[in-house]
T-cell receptor, first 111, second 113 residues
Framework: DAGITQSPRHKVTETGTPVTLRCHQT?????MYWYRQDPGHGLRLIHY???????DKGEVSDGYSVSRSKTEDFLLTLESATSSQTSVYFC??????????FGNGTRLTVT | KQEVTQIPAALSVPEGENLVLNCSFT??????LQWFRQDPGKGLTSLLL?????REQTSGRLNASLDKSSGRSTLYIAASQPGDSATYLC????????????FGKGTKLSVKP
């Protein structure tokens, strides 16, 4: 799958705990994205990165933070998980004006 | 704010039929438009990318067209097969989004044997 690995694939956590999701790429692509997918809402952008240490907010960034210290890794952190953050999270990569390639997703359940 | 709409939300057709999926967007100032396929429980797979300067792209039985001025794209699937059953999403990068794709909610296609 275009050299993208998301970890973990599944996670169950309790409300109020911190959670970090990892996206690792082997394609040396410049852009990396975190999306969440929910029934009725489709795919919504949380944060994206256009280079090492260069990140920006997306449509639904509240409650999430990201870091990109290396080209290949993009981390998504929920500082204090809430039930509304139960979702499927997808990482994607691309270069400018080229197709987006998605990871297989992380299914997160916050109880 | 760019909005992407896909109609219909669901479509069921018999095997062998040719079909068209529709995508519309509100702001014609786009860099490109992409079509994806998503199988249940899986990530998205890129099918076709049309640059803003192009009118269409083809891959096998798939043909995507783009009419920027009217804010529309269509995905044509020829001779549909049960294996084509999936959700198809379109997405655009517009001038103000720094590479961010804005997605429609998809059309769920079911091809009956």
């Amino acid at each position: 799958d275009a050299g993208i690995t998301q970890s973990p694939r599944h996670k169950v956590t309790e409300t109020g705990t911190p959670v970090t999701l990892r996206c690792h790429q082997t394609e040396n692509h410049r852009y990396m994205y975190w999306y969440r997918q929910d029934p009725g809402h489709g795919l919504r952008l949380i944060h994206y990165s256009y280079g090492v240490k260069d990140t920006d907010k997306g449509e639904v960034s509240d409650g999430y933070s990201v870091s990109r210290s290396k080209t290949e890794d993009f981390l998504l952190t929920l500082e204090s998980a809430t039930s509304s953050q139960t979702s499927v999270y997808f990482c994607a990569i691309s270069d400018w004006n080229s197709p987006l390639h998605f990871g297989n997703g992380t299914r997160l359940t916050v109880t | 704010k760019q909005e992407v709409t896909q109609i219909p939300a669901a479509l069921s057709v018999p095997e062998g039929e040719n079909l068209v999926l529709n995508c519309s967007f509100t702001d014609s100032a786009i860099y490109n438009l992409q079509w994806f396929r998503q199988d249940p429980g899986k990530g998205l797979t890129s099918l076709l990318l049309i640059q803003s300067s192009q009118r269409e792209q083809t891959s096998g039985r798939l043909n995507a067209s783009l009419d920027k001025s009217s804010g529309r794209s269509t995905l044509y699937i020829a001779a549909s097969q049960p294996g084509d059953s999936a959700t198809y999403l379109c997405a655009v990068i517009d001038g103000g989004s720094q590479g961010n794709l804005i997605f429609g909610k998809g059309t769920k296609l079911s091809v009956k044997p």
